[in-house]
């Protein structure tokens, strides 16, 4: 019988590599919980794409789909209820809100109390883009007055 | 000039939002329901499941609804502060065991006191959901007409009831005792 020819330190890589093999099958397995069933592909993905925009309250740097809080797990639960009822993406993140305020949401809506945090990116982007502007412009003069022979 | 006054207004100003939020309490998340009607539910009674407690039973009350359950630690801190309030009288305190086991629930009543004029049991969260709970012990002031008129997350103590809660009471009721026979 034909057998490769190992190299013993291959042979010793082999338990790794089977080890991380096993590790990325793995990661199947790491779904919050069994998912829950939409017949509708596109309400399946309108829940998987809802609960990674919802904020976990008790876990407030964690989403409801990745927290194993229970409140994350009655909060998924209640999302994949009212997507059955056949509400919409708004009638779900409205009922998140007047429960749990824009807290809840991921993405905090565009109102007066949020001008600053989304406006703020923008004008420190514009300020950067000045300075640069300025430091380039000062050297590109600099460096013609060094070509001038002078 | 700029070349010194832009960067050091930009720290400034940086600086200044981080020394705010030093201060903030991220775990502090105001609830939408302030000034709204409080949501109404009717749930198994703890003490008697074939009864039913909810919202009708405090309506036209001034009335506390706090939430609790036997795995939350700071419930059992709280506990002691609720017996007495409920003792020196005054407001009824309507419960809410969140995702509990009754049996552990009703042992607690019975060793510890209990301070409610009843608890409904909320075994799926959905009520509690629908009060916007996150962090039990939460504790609900219900005016005289169903509005949610304070929220108060974690444990209830001497000095935030008689910051928070007794002015509240006193603007709804006049002072204690607030039941239903007294006047507003």
Known sequence: MWRPAVHRSERAVRPVLAAIALMLVGSASWAIDPEPAFADPAVQAEYQSLIREVRCLVCQNQTIADSNAALAADLRREIARLLNEGASREDVT???VARYGDFILYRPP????TWTLWGAPFVLLGIGAIVVLRIVRSRARQSLAGDDPA | MWRYLLPITVFV??????YRGLYLNPGFVPSPLLGKPAPEYDL??????????GSKDYDGQVALVNVWATWCIECRHEHPYLVELAQTGGIPIYGLNWKDDRARALEWLDTLGDPYAASAVDATGEVAIDWGVYAAPETFLVGRDGTVLYKHISRMT???WEREFLPRITAECGGLPCTAASAP
Do not use: Y
């Open chain 2, 158 to 160: 001497p000095a935030v």
């Open chain 1, 94 to 96: 409205d009922f998140l």
């Open chain 2, 44 to 53: 198994p009674r703890l003490k008697d499941p074939s009864q039913t407690v």
């Open chain 1, 110 to 113: 565009l109102q007066p109390s």
């Open chain 2, 13 to 18: 100003v940086i600086v200044g939002f981080f």
